[in-house]
Every structure is written in C-alpha cells, then in structure tokens.
C-alpha cells in the first residue's frame, strides 16, 4: 500500500498478498462498500480507515473473498492452476499434442519417402515398416516440433499453444464467423487467416473492454439518475456484444464479459445504494416515489389528487386503459391522466398517449404526470395539443399541499 500518498489499489492487493487480479478485486470492492477506501481515479483508491484496520480486516476475512469459479477451476489464490489441474489439463491436450507431432505434412511425407526407398531396395515389408518409422522418428519428428517453435515465435504464442492449435476446418468456420459478426456490426474487418483474424480481434476487444470501463466509471460518478442508469445500460450493452465471442478462446477463464454481466446486475442493489449515497452527499435528494413501480406510482398519484381536492378519483385497469391511468374531477372540470415513473425525461410519445386516452374517455382536460421532466419535443405538443404537463414541481407541491 502507497503509506505515503494513502492510496491503494488491486495491483498493490494483488503483490502483497500474492493473489489472482479476480481475488484482489474482491477484497477492493468490499473495502469500498464497507467504506474503509473511496475511489480516487479509475484504478486508485483513497484509504479512509488505517493500514493496520484494513490489513486486520482483510486477514480476518480472507478466504471470504476468493471467487467462487476458483474451486470449480482448481486455482491457487493467485489465480494459476494448482499441479492437479495442470495434470488433468495435461492428460486430456496429451492425444492431440502427440498426434501434432507425429502426424503433418512432413510426417505424411517423409512415410511415403520411407516407402518408397523400401521398394526401390527391395526390402521385405518388415524392413520397410521399420524403414518407415525409423525416418518417421528421426526426421518426420524433429522437423513436426521445429516447425512448431519456428511457428510459435513467430506468431508469439507459446509453443504448446501452436501444437494444440485447432483442426484446419475449425480454423475456417472461426474466421467465417468472426468476420460475419463483424460485418452484421457494421465494423469493416479485413478477411485473414486464423492467427491474424485473433489477433485483430483481440485489439478490437481490447477497444470495446476500454469502453466498458468508461461507461463503468461513468456510472460509478454519476450524479443524477439519467446518466447513472444510461451509463450502465451501455456499459452491460458493450459486454453483451464482447461475449459473442467467448467460444473462441481470446478472453483469459476469469475475464470473460459474461461474468462481468453478472456480477453488475448482482450488484446494482448495492450500485444504486452507493448512487443514492453520492446523490444525497452532493445535496442531490431523492423521494421515495422514484423508486415505484408503475401502479404503486399510480395509486399513490391517485391518493395524492384525493388529498389536493380532487374527487371521483379512479385508477384504471392495467389493460385497455388506452394510456390513462387515472380519472378525477375538480371544480366540475373532468382530467384524464396519465402517470409516468421513470429515471429519465418524458418523450411527446406521452402527450399523444394523454391526448387520445381523454378523447376515449370523454373528458376535458388531458394530463400527463411524472417524477421527472419533460423534453423540449413534448412540451412544444402539448402546448399544440392542449395537454397539461405535471412534472416532478408539480408533483412535490402536491405533496406540500396535501391536507
């Protein structure tokens, strides 16, 4: 930990304790939602509580952190597989490994060479057998692994990576598909072969997990509920679109997108807590109403009108309302109106809804009425229309008014 600037960060967890990156992450995030660190850049932390209170902390409840996939995958605490699973990884790549080297081109080759010097010299069938697999050994053999290491230096992969490389038509149908993918997602990716065709991929990837990372920090310092919710929508979009790509190997076992997903939507409970917190940190307050569901927001509209002096109040069947949601009446004036709870600003597409709906039921006045704000495009239509606009203003004043 950087004692001198109060900072933290995963790569310092991941050195002092020797752990795998998924490892350290965990313990990070818990230490923020606990509040012992806040975050201070995208990939630092400001330590809150001391050195000795989160050291304590992390080593009282250090094998709470470790991620779940590390028992099923036979990983260390580091992240690297232990002997037993580098053993069973061994066991089942061992068939094909073997048949690498024994079986290629220059194998096929140097047997029907073998064969046919059997032949010419006349050997019986037992000496061209042992002709045969004494130049299949000694040639056929040393040149199979010398292609291998010439091959995987120069592709820079390692070299049992190369041996256990996938079958030629495997190959194609890959490259056939990575470049359908990225055709149909209007990304101009040039047709190759297999190894380059990965290789651009992986610098594409690597763009779209650049992405990701900003919505994710977007999100992470948001400070009003648009943005926040915009911002992780996207962010889970780019992954969304990453893990087409799984099947094909390019994303290390504890990095894929799909995990990422995963562990977002578990965690919005505890996103939006935090995104509540900074709300109300920078004077941003917010009201239990945003958080309804669409007929709790309703009834509790209906309620709200009762107790501003409206009467015949009604809320409509969720079916077949033709966009009202309530009915009332005031002052001999009948309103039909139309509840909205979102996180972000009302579309005209409300006010055509409100406008038809009060047509339908036969009443004066159309209304539309939302927690949030209305955009420029629907309040010019209502203005056309007639239909009145009550927005969140609107809203808290009923509530200061009611009884």
């Not at 997602?185 to 297999?194: G, L, Q």
């Not at 996207?234 to 679109?241: G, I, K, N, P, Q």
Request: glycine content about 4%.
């Amino acid at each position: 930990m950087s004692i001198h600037s109060g900072t933290i960060s995963v790569i310092e967890i991941q050195k002092i304790y020797n752990l795998g990156f998924a490892y350290a992450k965990n313990i990070i995030d818990k230490l923020e939602e606990l509040g012992y660190i806040k975050k201070r850049t995208p990939t630092d932390y400001l330590m809150i509580q001391t050195e000795q209170a989160i050291n304590s902390y992390i080593k009282e409840h250090f094998t709470e952190f470790r991620p779940n996939y590390y028992d099923a995958l036979e990983l260390k605490n580091n992240g690297k597989p232990t002997l037993k699973a580098k053993a069973k990884t061994a066991w089942k790549s061992a068939p094909m490994f073997l048949c690498r080297v024994f079986i290629s081109p220059f194998s096929i080759v140097f047997a029907f060479l073998a064969i046919y010097i059997g032949i010419r010299a006349k050997a019986t069938i037992e000496q061209i057998i042992c002709i045969s697999l004494a130049i299949l050994f000694v040639f056929g053999i040393i040149c199979n692994i010398g292609y291998g290491i010439y091959m995987s230096k120069k592709k820079s992969i390692k070299f049992t990576e190369f041996m256990l490389r996938p079958c030629f038509y495997i190959r194609i149908r890959t490259v056939s598909e990575i470049y359908s993918i990225m055709r149909k997602s209007n990304i101009k990716f040039k047709f190759s072969d297999y190894y380059e065709t990965l290789r651009r991929l992986k610098i594409h990837l690597n763009e779209k997990k650049k992405l990701a990372e900003h919505y994710a920090y977007i999100a992470n310092n948001a400070e009003n509920e648009n943005e926040f919710y915009q911002s992780i929508n996207s962010c889970l979009e780019v992954l969304e679109w990453m893990s087409q790509f799984e099947k094909y190997g390019v994303y290390k076992i504890f990095e894929c997108p799909s995990d990422d997903i995963k562990k977002i939507k578990n965690g919005m409970p505890i996103s939006i807590e935090r995104f509540q917190n900074r709300m109300k940190e920078s004077g941003i307050v917010t009201s239990e109403y945003d958080y309804m569901e669409g007929h709790d927001f309703e009834y509790f509209c209906a309620e709200l009108l009762k107790k501003n002096g409206f009467s015949n109040v009604e809320v409509t069947q969720g079916s077949g309302d033709h966009g009202i949601d309530i009915l009332a009446e005031k002052d001999g004036i009948t309103y039909a109106i139309q509840c909205k709870c979102y996180s972000s600003d009302i579309g005209n597409a409300a006010v055509q809804q409100a406008h038809t709906g009060k047509s339908i039921y036969h009443k004066d006045i159309a209304v539309v009425l939302t927690n949030r704000y209305f955009t420029p495009q629907a309040i010019q239509e209502a203005n056309i229309l007639g239909v009145k606009l009550w927005d969140r203003v609107k809203l808290n004043e009923m509530i200061e008014r009611k009884d």
